[in-house]
């Protein structure tokens, strides 16, 4: 009997399966109850830095139109001498020259329903605070394109307020045609694009120069990605290592050195491709009318609003000390 049982097992241990039985195990692409796998986390890769807005002077600006002085001394006399017992012979005085720009209302608008509110959402259970908090974020990358553009001044009825580049209009190396009229008659005009050229590190080196013989110390370089790369293919007169140990080659230039001081390469993803600027913090500031806060708007649909404003413009307390190189291309 034993031996007959043994057989038996054997024999169905040999036995294939049969795939076309109606038995097979249930899977599941055959059902509809299986729930899904949604992560609970909303992946954000935009940037969000803002180095301009961050490192200039916050200022209190107390009407539309902000106006400040700037001043520059005479030129070095090498001739300064007068005879013994001469008489005293006035001197020519310089006066500050009163500058302006204009404020800039800058706004977001949240607008969420009250359905989306109520339902199960992915990644936050107050969809509305979230999408207020995301607006205050792009609301500062907006200014930070403004800062840092070539829009000219405007008075109204949109008032705006003239950025850096459009400011800069002394230390300028531009193609031809182009043409920087910066500050006149109460606004600041937008740049005349010229020429397309390749950067070089003569045009850097020439623009830095010009600013430092006016008086200024260009601390800080901004440009967009490819003039960024185009930057640190500069060679100086510095030799690039490979560090053996760590299989690490050092490529880009995040501070040139010049006969006339140090200069940080900042890369800016928000300001023209075609241009590089060369600035001193220290020589410009934001002027705010309105500091950015919420507002709640009329509900007039089954949805929820809120704005998020500021009303700010930028100073320029003295453009004779940047420069910039227009035109240009890697």
Not at 92 to 113: D, F
């Amino acid at each position: 009997m034993e031996s007959r049982a043994s057989n038996h097992i054997c024999a169905a241990l040999e036995t294939p399966v049969d795939s076309s039985r109606s038995d097979t195990a249930l899977v599941t692409n055959s059902v509809v109850h299986v729930r899904e796998d949604l992560s609970n986390v909303i992946n954000n890769i935009s940037p969000e830095e803002t180095p301009v807005y961050s490192m200039l002077e916050k200022k209190k600006a107390t009407n539309t139109r902000h106006e400040f002085l700037t001043e520059t001394l005479n030129a070095a006399n090498g001739n300064n001498a007068v005879a013994e017992g001469a008489e005293f012979v006035d001197s020519a005085l310089t006066t500050p020259v009163r500058l302006g720009n204009y404020t800039q209302i800058s706004t977001k608008v949240i607008n969420v329903s009250g359905t989306l509110q109520a339902v199960n959402s992915v990644g936050s259970n107050n969809e509305f605070g979230r999408q207020v908090a995301k607006a205050g974020v792009e609301l500062k990358r907006d200014i930070e394109t403004s800062l840092v553009g070539n829009s000219a001044s405007v008075g109204g009825p949109v008032r705006k307020s003239a950025g850096i580049e459009a400011w800069i209009s002394t230390n300028v190396n531009a193609g031809a045609g182009g043409t920087s009229p910066g500050y006149s008659a109460g606004t600041v005009a937008a740049p005349t694009d010229g020429t397309l050229r390749t950067l070089t590190e003569a045009m850097f080196k020439g623009v830095i120069a010009t600013a430092w013989t006016n008086g200024g110390d260009v601390k800080k370089v901004i440009a967009g990605p490819s003039l960024k790369q185009a930057i640190s293919g500069f060679t100086g007169n510095a030799t690039k290592f490979q560090q053996a140990k760590d299989q690490t080659v050092t490529a880009g230039i995040d501070v040139y050195v010049s006969d006339f001081g140090r200069h940080e390469i900042i890369p800016h993803r928000y300001m023209r491709s075609r241009t590089v600027i060369l600035f001193d913090p220290s020589l410009w500031a934001i002027a705010t009318l309105r500091a950015m806060k919420t507002e709640d708007l009329a509900k007039t649909t089954d949805a929820d609003r809120k704005a998020i404003l500021t009303e700010w413009t930028l100073e320029s307390k003295n453009e004779l000390g940047n420069a910039k190189i227009a035109d240009v291309q890697p």
